[in-house]
């Protein structure tokens, strides 16, 4: 099961992997995405490619629990809207219940959460149904300490977990993670998890809100090969148009590959960049506010003639035209 995340899970990244000596355009560059990715924190994000972003950080700072270092800086509501609206629930217990029954629309698919009681205690943990590959040990470290960082909001900053289950080996990364998250860790686990004290679970929370409703916008699912081009092709078209040879590496294919698949659901690699470019340009557009020959830039193209020309073919008329009429639309307000 191919996962995806929003660029938000990657928390304060730049700032910790800069923090330690490292160069976070390096590893953006190693792992072949835009570092315009980092300013654009609703994005949807394949998951295997955040697990080897932190992979390459890991690597750039020398530290082999990036993902549990990373995790000390992360703030549950920064996860975007999904992150605010848990953190909004009355309880902890209601916080955890809106995660663990939303998080795979509104902010990470392919993620189990899930609570159990063992005694006097709860046991709260996170397993990814995606395969991953390198990298999936760091986030497995960073799952983990979203989720301590979700209980302590409700259980007070001074709060410790009162066991770690990691996933890692042997007793010598137990002890090492023990310095990170400052608790007990017990290795060889099946899936990361934390155990607190079954009482918090009623702790209230500091700013109850938002009532049942949702986490914001749903995280569009890519279904299909088409639909995996056009999540990775959102990303590229960050810093210029993608090339079907780079995405046919993001899926672990070849070029010839995906060019097969495609043509079995009735599409090829243009069709759906093309969809991705209409979209994006009508949405510009439309909303105002940005030089046409912007748009034309971000959306890779070499200059607004090419840009219009293609505009006219996905819909019959300019740029020009479509701004107008939103803009007209505006002024006359509901009808």
Known sequence: MRGYTRASALGPIAEVVEGRGGSIERVFRNVDLPLAL???PEMALPLQEQFRVLSAAGRETGDAFFGATLGREVKAAKLSDFGRWIGEAPTLAG???????CLNRYLQTATDLTLRMRGDRACWSIGFLDPGGDGRFQNELLGVSYLIDAVRF????GWRPALVHATCAGRAEAAALERVFGAPVRHGARVSAVEFDLSLLAAPGP???RAEGGGGAELPLARGPAGEVA????????????RIDWAAGKLGMSRRSLQRVLDREGVSFRDVLDGMLRDRALEMVRAGGVPLTDIAQRLGYSDAAHFSRAFRRWTGTTPSEVRARAAAGRLRGPQ
């Open 38 to 40: 980092l300013d654009n």
């Open 95 to 101: 916080s955890i219940d809106r995660a663990n029954r």
């Open 154 to 157: 409700y259980a007070g900053p």
């Open 207 to 209: 700013q109850a809100g």
């Open 231 to 242: 999540a990775l092709a959102a990303i590229a078209l960050l810093e210029g148009q993608p």
